[in-house]
């Protein structure tokens, strides 16, 4: 198991840590008992010591947790014919002061039903907006989340959250560091990019200057035949965003299959929590299968509870969401982390027994960093 011990090891196979310690001093590893010990080390000691060595991850360890619930996450979309078009879900990623807020925030204000909800009052860390395509109401969820850090910690932990990444690129500027590192992660976890080129008001603005930059980096603008949607947008004039959201939705529909099954129970993924003084533990989620309900039991990474209440992207207190809504949730009891899985079981016992575990393994886990650090600790006090 991952976080174990050099000691914990011992203990499995029946012999005495100061003869492991001993073993890995001579294979030139200085390993103390109580250390966590790598998988490399652990490798190391398994073919020293003729033992077969299967490192349980933590992904497997959670797949069986859930099991023995007879519980699953992801994957199983249930019934075929339950599957329903579901909207995209973008993330905005770019270098710093390309103006991603702005356009996040302009995009939120050309959401119709947030006007006429009287204004947005309210943030939840995504939201979703209309927009009309092939005229067809086409519907795109965005995380509101700052930069890409969100985004690289939940594709840590597993979750694909993102269906498309809009690139934020300032014209005045052209491609950073950030720019490229961006496109990198969004790349490396097979997400489609669309690229706002932003900022086009600006005297100095070079649109076509960008798109040359991205092309050496493999992002050929449809107009010189590739495929990438390059758009020029003014996040603070307003210019060009339908024809954004429009590359959006096209994208997606180019190279995504996008289809959820509305009828299942929920699952997905936090995006923000915190504590709320009056209403406790806040979490945003992102609904990725399956619709929730206010009632059902849920558990969110070391969090359960029972929905208390919905409240939708404008602050409305809605009794359900459906697939790619975001929605912030009421009743848990404690915070679950950004990134955190969420998923809805058949009731508050599995919730808090599953809760249970998952909290004894992040407390070992801490524990097992702890003694690590005492090791240290005393190292240096010699
Ligand atoms: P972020 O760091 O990527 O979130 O960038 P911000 O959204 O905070 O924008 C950085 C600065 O650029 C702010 O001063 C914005 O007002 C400005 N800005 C953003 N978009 C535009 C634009 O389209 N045109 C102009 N002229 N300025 C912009
Ligand atoms: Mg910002």
């Known amino acids: 198991r991952r976080g174990a011990s050099l000691a914990d090891f011992a203990e499995k196979i029946g012999v005495d840590p100061a003869s492991l310690v001993q073993v890995l001093f001579h294979l030139g590893e200085m390993v103390t008992a109580n250390q ?3 998988d490399e ?3 190391l000691l398994g073919a020293e010591l003729n033992y077969d060595i299967q490192v349980v991850s933590p992904e497997d360890e959670e797949r069986e947790l859930l099991e023995r ?9 249930g019934d075929e014919d339950d599957l329903m078009p579901r909207p ?6 770019g270098h710093v002061d390309h103006g991603k807020t702005r356009l996040l925030d302009a995009l939120r204000h050309s959401n119709v039903q947030a006007k006429e909800a009287g204004g947005i009052t309210q943030t939840i860390g995504a939201y979703q907006v209309e927009t009309e395509v092939d005229d067809e109401d086409r519907t795109i969820t965005f995380i509101d989340t700052p930069g890409h850090e969100a985004f690289t910690a939940m594709r840590a932990r597993g979750a694909k959250s993102t269906d498309i990444a809009v690139l934020v690129v300032a014209a005045d500027d052209g491609a950073m560091p950030q720019t490229i590192e961006a496109l990198n992660h969004a790349t490396a976890a097979d997400v489609p990019v669309v690229v706002a080129v932003n900022k086009v008001d600006k005297p100095t603005a070079d649109p076509a200057k960008v798109r040359g930059q991205l092309t050496e980096y493999g992002l050929v603008p449809e107009e010189y035949g590739g495929d990438t949607m390059f758009v020029d947008v003014s996040a603070t004039k307003g210019e060009g965003l339908d024809e954004l959201l429009e590359a959006i939705v096209l994208t997606a529909d180019a190279a995504l299959e996008l289809q959820a099954n509305p009828e299942m129970d929920a699952q997905g993924v936090a995006i923000e929590a915190h504590l709320d003084k009056g209403r406790g533990p806040v979490a945003t989620v992102l609904v ?3 619709t929730l309900h206010v009632g059902d039991s849920i558990v969110a990474g070391p969090a359960h509870g029972r929905v208390r209440a919905l409240i939708n992207d404008v602050g409305e207190s809605v009794e359900a969401a459906e697939p790619s809504m975001p929605v912030q949730v009421l009743g848990l009891t404690s915070v679950p982390g950004a990134g955190d899985a969420f998923m809805v079981v058949p009731d508050d016992r599995t919730a808090r027994q599953i809760a249970d575990q998952r909290e004894a393994r992040k407390r ?3 524990q097992a960093a ?6 240290l600790d005393q190292l240096f006090e010699q």
Do not use: C, H
Not at 69 to 77: A, I, Q, V, W, Y
Not at 88 to 93: E, L, P, S
């Open 36 to 38: 966590s010990i790598n």
């Open 41 to 43: 080390t652990l490798q």
């Open 69 to 77: 619930f007879d519980l699953e996450f992801g994957e199983n979309e």
């Open 88 to 93: 995209a879900v973008v993330t905005v990623m």
């Open 288 to 290: 990725q299968r399956g």
């Open 364 to 366: 070992a886990a801490a």
């Open 370 to 375: 702890g003694a690590r650090r005492k090791t």
